[in-house]
DNA sequence: AGCCTTTGACCAGCG
DNA sequence: TCGCTGGTCAAAGGC
């Protein structure tokens, strides 16, 4: 958990302001995307590399890679007009846990991918029988470059966590979507990816696959396949790159 | 004491 | 079959 803070210029929220600040747009935006079942986004990571590159570039938010079939020019527009106007081009986010999604991770591995160029960082959630994962992928620079989520939390957010990176205490109502994931009104959705990519250069592409994913393919996990809200049949990995296949079989 | 990260080793899939 | 790559395990140590 290592958050390195760059207030520059007229910053007058705290840290922790400034990172709820940009936790609560993400969290909107996210939200706008959609009933995204297992879609939590990582917000505090995702907006750390997102308010990362606003200092290289203030708010280089161009391309959007679109998979699903859901409108997430919405989160494109949301996050560049509210940070930008919010006026994110002097702040910097560097946060080591990407994990600040209002769940609690376990980091169980991590790997030197791509010719080593770029460390992944594999994570789980800590909830007992909670299948979720997720692989973080880092630039050379230590930002964020692609978030990866596997799997559909099948326990609702913790209520309070211990903030190590923070202080602030999370709770469900900061994050909503935790609620949508438990009630989401995808019947044909079981199983969904999501993956925030951001290149160097910006935001390249944001999107998410809606998988159907079997009870969570993951051999390992003798977790719930009661929560057979995404029993189904395996793969079904479009829209999320090769890279990623093997997530999913 | 419990939970977390780190990190090397191991395993499996693919070309 | 072999090497490469990605994902996971598990021991050790830290907080």
């Not at 995702?46 to 606003?54: E, I, M, V």
């Not at 600040?100 to 029988?129: F, H, I, L, M």
């Not at 966590?161 to 935790?178: A, H």
Request: charged residues 25%.
């Amino acid at each position: 958990m290592l958050i390195h803070l760059f207030l520059q210029g007229n910053f007058e929220m705290s840290h922790q302001q400034a990172l709820a600040q940009v936790t609560a747009q993400a969290v909107h935006s996210q939200y706008t995307v959609g009933s995204q079942a297992d879609y939590s986004l990582p917000f505090s990571s995702a907006t750390s590399a997102l308010t990362s590159q606003f200092i290289k570039s203030s708010a280089n938010v161009t391309s959007m890679k679109e998979t699903a079939t859901l409108p997430l020019h919405t989160v494109n527009d949301n996050l560049k007009s509210n940070e930008v106007s919010q006026g994110f081009q002097t702040l910097a986010l560097t946060v080591d846990k990407p994990a600040d999604d209002g769940y609690n991770w376990r980091k169980y591995g991590q790997k030197a991918v791509k010719g080593g160029e770029y460390p992944r960082s594999y994570y789980k959630c800590t909830q007992a029988s909670c299948p979720v994962k997720k692989k973080v992928e880092h630039s050379a620079y230590g930002q964020i470059t692609q978030i990866i989520y596997r799997g559909q939390h099948n326990h609702q957010r913790p209520p309070k966590r211990r903030s190590k990176d923070g202080g602030n205490l999370l709770n469900e109502d900061d994050f909503p979507e935790n609620r949508d994931a438990l009630t989401r009104s995808e019947p044909g959705s079981q199983d969904h990816s999501g993956k925030v990519e951001v290149s160097n250069d910006g935001i390249t592409g944001l999107s998410m696959s809606k998988r159907r994913d079997g009870g969570d393919q993951s051999s390992g996990s003798s977790d719930r396949e009661e929560d057979n809200d995404e029993a189904g049949d395996d793969n079904g990995d479009a829209g999320i790159v090769n890279a990623n296949k093997r997530w999913f079989m």
